[in-house]
Every structure is written in C-alpha cells, then in structure tokens.
C-alpha cells in the first residue's frame, strides 16, 4: 500500500462549485501535510499547509485534517477554470523532513 | 520566486553518457531535495540535503548520486544514463522546521 493515496481523476467540476480533493494516508505517526498545485509542465506551486486536526482557511482554500481517520482533503469553493490543475498531497517524513507525495488528481473546471 | 534555478531546463542524451543536473539557490537554505516525477508515480525523493557535505538517499537513489560542496548548489549525477532514467527532475529547497519546501522549475531529461 503506498503512503499517500489520491484518487487520481480526472475530477471535473462546473464553475462556480466547490471541487473538493481527498487524500488518504498509511502512517498515523505523520503530523505535518502539504497541499501542491502543478499546472501543465510546470513545477508543484504550495497551496497550504495544516498540522493540526480540524479545517484551516485562506482565501476559497479550505483543508482538512482528520488524524484519526488518516485522510486530508482540499476544498476550493468558487471553482475557477483557471484552477484547473493537477493537486498533489504531500506528507512529511524522516529526519530531514522530506515530503511523501501522492500521485496526484486532476482537476478540471468546466466554464 | 524562491530563488531557485535548474540547469539545464532540458536535457537530452544517449544511453551510457553521464549526465550531471545542478540546483542553485539563492536563499541560504539548509535542505536541498532532488524529485523525480513521472507518469502515474507522482513525484518520488532521489536524494537529499542538509547542509554542506551532509546527503542522504530517498526511495529512488539507485543509479544516482549527489554532491553538496556550497550551500548554494546541489548537484545530481547519473553515472551512466539509462533510458528508465527519463524524467522531469525537481529540486527543492526548504529553510528550517515548520517551513514548507518551494520548488524549481524541472529539468526535463531524455535518454535515449
């Protein structure tokens, strides 16, 4: 079983909804998680972080933390096309901190 | 930007060649990462840094080694190319404890 396990898509979703991005993952010891957006041949561009359970907010973002249930998820309300994008979930492990990432889901926001 | 700059951005060799990629921050950052991403396996840890001479091997080391003789630059070396070695690689850069890591734009490296 990988670490981090993201349904992969791809997820399509009208303008103007909220796409929401679920994340599981194998590890009860990980503390800290990462949400990535990668466009189309371009490098991963960090969204938000969270540490501690419950939901933290910025702007249309809003993520989820269950530790119990070992799942994280990434809300966007207000979809926009130009979210449109690839959403990797990260967590991190080891010594030097190193991230663990998902494969990734594909998000498309249709106009 | 996080002041960080691959080179090259592409790359394409044969079979057999060696290839060194170099990562080059500006930011004074203690931990420098290497990440390959391909198709269907999300981004995967080759190697790591955290702080000058001191690396260690992630999940995908084999093939590969590293350098770290500046704070500023980490270099990536694939001894002798394999085709199962093209791939988009990332360097990444983290400041301290807490902080997230920021990434470079990729070098995108073919071997045929």
């Known amino acids: ?111 | 930007d996080a002041g960080i700059t691959q080179s090259p951005r592409h790359k394409v060799t044969e079979t057999g060649t060696p290839v060194t990629l170099r990562c080059h921050q500006t930011e004074n950052h203690r931990y420098m990462y290497w990440y390959r991403q391909d198709p269907g396996h999300g981004l995967r840890l080759i190697h790591y840094s955290y702080g000058v001479k001191d690396t260690d091997k992630g999940e995908v080391s084999d093939g590969y080694s590293v350098s770290r003789s500046k704070t500023e630059d980490f270099l990536l070396t694939l001894e002798s190319a394999t085709s199962s070695q093209t791939s988009v690689y990332f360097c990444a850069i983290r400041a301290g404890e807490g902080q997230p890591q920021h990434f470079g734009d990729g070098t995108r490296l073919s071997i045929l």
């Open chain 1, 1 to 111: 079983q990988k670490e981090v396990e993201q349904n992969s898509g791809p997820l399509s979703v009208p303008e103007g909804a909220i796409a929401s991005l679920n994340c599981t993952y194998s590890d009860r010891g990980s503390q800290s998680f990462f949400w990535y957006r990668q466009y189309s041949g371009k490098s991963p561009e960090l969204i938000m972080f969270i540490y501690s359970n419950g939901d933290k907010e910025d702007g249309r973002f809003t993520a989820q933390l269950n530790k119990a249930s070992q799942y994280v998820s990434l809300l966007i309300r207000d979809s926009q096309p130009s979210d449109s994008a690839t959403y990797l979930c990260a967590l991190v492990s080891g010594s030097a901190r190193q991230l663990t990432f998902g494969s990734g889901t594909q998000l498309t926001v249709l106009p």
